[in-house]
C-alpha cells in the first residue's frame, strides 16, 4: 500500500513549442518561493510546472525541456 510513497519516479521529457513558449521560473519576491513553467511569448501567461526547491530541481527541469539553465528566464 505505501510502497510507491517517497519514490521519484524517472520525469519524461516536456515537449513544448519553441516558437511560441520559453522556459521560465517565476520566483516570489516576498516569500522566495520558485515555480518552473513555461511562458508564451505572445501573451507573457505563466504555466506552471513544477515547484523548484533545490537547484537540483531546476536542473531536472532544464534537462527535461532540453535546455540548459543558463537559458531558463527569471520571471520576478
Same mark, same amino acid.
Given at each position: 500500500?505505501f510502497?510507491?510513497? *517517497? ?8 515537449? /513544448? ?7 521560465? $521560473?517565476?520566483?516570489?519576491?516576498? %516569500?522566495? #518561493?520558485k ?7 505572445? %501573451? *507573457?501567461? /505563466?504555466?506552471?510546472? %513544477?515547484?523548484?526547491? %533545490? ?10 525541456? *532540453? $535546455?540548459?539553465? #543558463? ?5 520576478y
Amino acid at each position: 500500500m505505501f510502497g510507491k510513497l *517517497g519514490k521519484k519516479r524517472k520525469q519524461e521529457k516536456l515537449i /513544448f513549442d519553441r516558437e511560441q513558449k520559453i522556459p521560465a $521560473v517565476r520566483s516570489s519576491i516576498c %516569500t522566495g #518561493e520558485k515555480v518552473a513553467g513555461f511562458q508564451d511569448k505572445a %501573451t *507573457g501567461r /505563466f504555466e506552471e510546472i %513544477t515547484l523548484i526547491k %533545490t537547484p537540483a530541481d531546476l536542473a531536472e527541469f532544464a534537462e527535461r525541456c *532540453g $535546455v540548459s539553465a #543558463e537559458e531558463i528566464k527569471a520571471i520576478y
